[in-house]
């Protein structure tokens, strides 16, 4: 199952593109799987592909009994090609940081996408693992937020998450596949990709766009 995985992955990040796999997700009538345009890459270069982890979170106010809730355990339920992907509360402060990376990493799972900012920005980027946030700030969460659920259904900007959904991120954007679909888009957005080659190299060669979108069916 893991090699299965690991071989899609692969395949994902070295062919896709988020735009042509939203492209398919349109076609076959999921026209609202994109999250939120803020969340970005830390890097341009980043990339990210694998299986929804989902957390959720909760705002909170001053010292709690438990600090962070249950995040530590969150943590640790990380399995191996799984993407930390969290989101709750008003974003009064940063929802990941280094030592949440470094322990993502060690287990094994592929990237971290949280609804909120992040923090420790050169000590995270170091670690050379692939981080989409809406942006930087400081600001610690022991006070002002705690994880309450994890490996449970969420939503981002009104996109259902369930675990073990596909999630795919690059510079354009984070798009969520659903879990029942995975091979069916994935085989789909391949084609495409490979066809948009082949459309370019026409088009390079002298064909018209109105030609080749006759030809092709491609755009």
């Not at 592909?49 to 001053?62: C, E, N, S, T």
């Not at 030592?99 to 094994?108: C, D, P, Y």
């Not at 490996?151 to 999630?167: K, L, S, Y």
């Not at 789909?188 to 069916?217: D, H, N, P, Q, W």
Request: charged share 25%.
């Amino acid at each position: 199952m893991k090699k299965d995985q690991n071989k899609l992955i692969e395949i994902v990040k070295k062919e896709l593109y988020t735009p042509v796999v939203g492209d398919i997700l349109d076609q076959m009538g999921y026209y609202h799987q994109f999250l939120p345009q803020a969340i970005r890459p830390l890097r341009e270069d980043m990339k990210l592909a694998g299986f929804a982890m989902p957390v959720l979170m909760i705002d909170v106010y001053g010292e709690q009994e438990k600090p962070f809730g249950l995040l530590t355990e969150a943590l640790d339920n990380l399995q191996e090609n799984e993407i930390y992907l969290a989101s709750g509360g008003e974003m009064r402060c940063a929802y990941w940081g280094e030592i949440l990376t470094a322990t993502a990493r060690t287990r094994k799972a592929v990237g971290a996408v949280v609804n909120g900012w992040h923090r420790d920005t050169p000590k995270v980027l170091e670690q050379n693992w692939p981080v989409f946030s809406r942006g930087c700030y400081a600001q610690d969460s022991s006070v002002r937020t705690q994880v309450v659920n994890y490996r449970c259904p969420i939503e981002i900007g009104g996109v259902h998450v369930e675990p073990g959904d596909f999630v795919f991120g690059d510079i354009d954007g984070v798009l969520i596949i659903p879990k029942e679909h995975i091979e069916e888009v994935i085989e789909k957005a391949l084609k495409k990709a490979r066809g948009e080659k082949v459309v370019r190299k026409s088009i390079e060669e002298g064909m018209s766009s109105t030609e080749a979108f006759a030809k092709y069916g491609i755009l």
